[in-house]
Nanobody, 128 residues
Framework: QVQLVESGGGLVQAGGSLRLSCAAS????????MGWFRQAPGKEREFVAG?????????YYADSVKGRFTISRDNAANTVYLQMNSLKPEDTAVYYC????????????????????WGQGTQVTVSS
């Protein structure tokens, strides 16, 4: 069983920064693509950023966060990060970390259906 635990959310003013962390346990972390998704009140959950399994290291971003957010991973620490800069009120949401269903795969890495394991979420609130 895979467990994902997010941390680092909070309240920040527009233009500020936050770094989210997601600690993973339960399988060989470096073999799996990881993703961040978010869900704002009254909206569907959407893709934010993804990172391929370690040997490739490709990153993927939603257009809305490109240039402001950076996803990275530390395989020694079994942790994936989301550095969020220049935050906007529209970034307010619950942010979820997810692990891809299949090892060494980046199939549909931007789609929720590809992810079998999810964290509990962490709230990010950006005030104007």
């Amino acid at each position: 069983q895979v467990q994902l635990v997010e941390s680092g959310g909070g309240l920040v003013q527009a233009g500020g920064s936050l770094r989210l962390s997601c600690a993973a346990s339960g399988r060989t972390f470096s073999n799996y693509a990881m993703g961040w998704f978010r869900q704002a009140p009254g909206k569907e959950r959407e893709f934010v950023a993804g990172i391929s399994w370690s040997a490739i290291g490709n990153t993927y971003y939603a257009d809305s966060v490109k240039g402001r957010f950076t996803i990275s991973r530390d395989n020694a620490a079994n942790t994936v990060y989301l550095q969020m800069n220049s935050l906007k009120p529209e970034d307010t949401a619950v942010y979820y970390c997810a692990a891809h269903s299949n090892p060494m795969s980046t199939v549909l890495v931007t789609h929720q259906i590809s992810y079998a394991y999810w964290g509990q979420g962490t709230q990010v609130t950006v005030s104007s």
